[in-house]
């Protein structure tokens, strides 16, 4: 755990709960973790925030996922 000050633009809604946004929380990690974990971590947000994009959602401080859910991952999981 960590302490830091969150500007009110790092914060976003997901199902009604105040959690930090997708860029901070991969900000976060990629201080934390290991250069090769980081790496995965940072690609995997530029992925998610592009198919929000890509989705047409009006707005990323209150992402709905998708009824179909998370796209599979590399193994088909």
Known sequence: MHVASLDP???TTIAGMAVTSLARTAADLARMLPFEQAVVVVDS????????AWSGATSSRCWTPSPAG????PHGA
């Open 9 to 11: 633009a790092e914060i």
């Open 45 to 52: 947000a530029l992925f998610y925030s592009a198919r929000i």
């Open 70 to 73: 998370p796209a599979p991952g």
